[in-house]
């Protein structure tokens, strides 16, 4: 479980992927506090974690099983998101991460995973596809970037 001391290293990567464009809808760089706020958020905890993956003693990425919606009803539907440092991709860190995820949801007995990515983000629909997901809906133009408006696709699996 990510703890205090890794908000700063979940911070930096995220705020890469901001910076990068393409695989999260925020468009300014989240403050430390934004994303401790962020990370104790997914309560409880023992259901919705927050997760580091290290190597060599450093945070190389981060991933969560998110609340899918408030209302009881959706109880048992996560939704999974991560993050890899730009330094670490293409060494599999984001197919472990995933790996880790769904394995983490099945244990904590929830029932379906999704999953919310850019449409034209080969590099994870890859990943879901290989995982098993499947792409369940599409909105179009849904996110404004600053300079372009993105499709969103909508995945989910059955845990």
């Given at each position: 479980m990510a703890q205090d001391s890794d908000i700063q290293a979940i911070t930096d990567i995220y705020n890469q992927a901001v910076s990068a464009g393409g695989s999260t809808a925020d468009l300014q760089p989240r403050t430390i506090e934004q994303r401790l706020e962020w990370v104790h958020s997914h309560t409880p905890r023992e259901q919705y974690p927050v997760i580091v993956m290290e190597e060599n003693h450093q945070v190389i990425a981060f991933g969560?099983?998110?609340?899918?919606?408030?209302?009881?009803?959706?109880?048992?539907?996560?939704?999974?998101?991560?993050?890899?440092?730009?330094?670490?991709?293409?060494?599999?860190?984001?197919?472990?991460?995933?790996?880790?995820?769904?394995?983490?949801?099945?244990?904590?007995?929830?029932?379906?995973?999704?999953?919310?990515?850019?449409?034209?983000?080969?590099?994870?629909?890859?990943?879901?596809?290989?995982?098993?997901?499947?792409?369940f809906g599409l909105l179009p133009r849904a996110c404004y970037d600053g300079s372009r408006f993105l499709d969103m696709s909508y995945w989910c699996k059955e845990l």
């Open positions: 969560s099983l998110s609340r899918f919606h408030p209302r009881s009803g959706y109880d048992g539907v996560v939704e999974l998101s991560y993050y890899v440092d730009e330094g670490a991709r293409g060494h599999g860190a984001a197919t472990a991460m995933v790996q880790w995820l769904l394995d983490e949801a099945k244990h904590r007995g929830h029932r379906m995973a999704t999953a919310l990515i850019f449409a034209d983000n080969a590099g994870s629909i890859a990943l879901m596809e290989h995982y098993g997901f499947s792409r």
